[in-house]
């Protein structure tokens, strides 16, 4: 079964506004990543925090991790046409084994 | 960083047929996965790609459909085999990077089933 839930399934912004997506998980983690996938194509990772973290940044991206809720969010901030993807979180399984969430379709309108 | 080569990057097959999708690294890796994505949904683990032994299968595959190979330390195969409609979709494979918790993915394999 999925680990990882996701919410909003599909968002539309202007450009020059904030997205927010957020994920839920069901079982204790090491750890939760984020991934951006354009076109049905490959993934790309974003970023990854630790369990006993609770936020971390890279450039206009920003993550949040509650774990007593067993839930994350992925803010991007300032979005761009170029933001537009889906975007993934990823929770580890065991021994690399990711689980990926449904995923949130971001649509950034220029 | 991995760059990881997978091709063909997009087949139509006839139902009944197989396809044999391959996956070249950059360097040697010693994790590497094989994931299918069905249409509009999200990332499902098939297998994971052992060097030198049979891969380990997760819940509702089989080797008899999925079989899979890893020569190397670089280079792995997956096989759809006896295709039908429902096995329509993106095989991506991955390969664990440094740390070794986040994933590189190859640009995935687009399979449509006739």
């Known amino acids: 079964s999925q680990q990882g839930e996701e919410d909003p399934q599909a968002l539309s912004i202007q450009e020059g506004e904030n997205a927010t997506m957020n994920c839920s998980y069901k079982?204790?983690?090491?750890?939760l990543q984020w991934y951006r996938q354009n076109s049905g194509r490959g993934l790309v990772h974003l970023i990854l925090?630790?369990?006993?973290?609770r936020e971390k940044h890279s450039g206009r991206l920003r993550v949040t991790l509650d774990t007593s809720k067993k839930s994350s969010s992925l803010l991007i901030t300032a979005s761009r046409a170029a933001d537009t993807a889906s975007y993934f979180c990823?929770?580890?399984?065991?021994?690399?084994?990711?689980?990926f969430g449904a995923g949130t379709i971001l649509r950034v309108k220029s | 960083s991995a760059v990881i080569s997978q091709k063909p990057s997009r087949d139509i097959c006839q139902r009944g047929t197989s396809l044999t999708i391959q996956c070249q690294v950059d360097?040697?890796?010693?994790?590497m996965f094989w994931y299918r994505q069905q249409p509009g949904q999200s990332l499902t683990l098939i297998a994971t790609?052992?060097?030198?032994?049979?891969?380990?299968?997760e819940s509702g595959f089989v080797i008899d459909k999925f079989p899979i190979s890893r020569p190397n330390l670089t280079f792995s195969t997956l096989t759809v085999s006896n295709m039908s409609p429902e096995d329509s979709s993106i095989y991506l494979c991955?390969?664990?990077?440094?740390?070794?918790?986040?994933?590189?993915f190859g640009s995935g394999t687009q399979l449509s089933v006739l």
């Open positions: 925090i630790r369990s006993n973290e």
């Open positions: 790609a052992n060097q030198g032994s049979e891969a380990t299968y």
């Open positions: 360097s040697q890796v010693t994790m």
């Open positions: 079982t204790s983690i090491n750890n």
């Open positions: 990823a929770t580890d399984k065991s021994g690399n084994k990711l689980v």
């Open positions: 991955s390969v664990a990077g440094q740390g070794p918790e986040k994933l590189f």
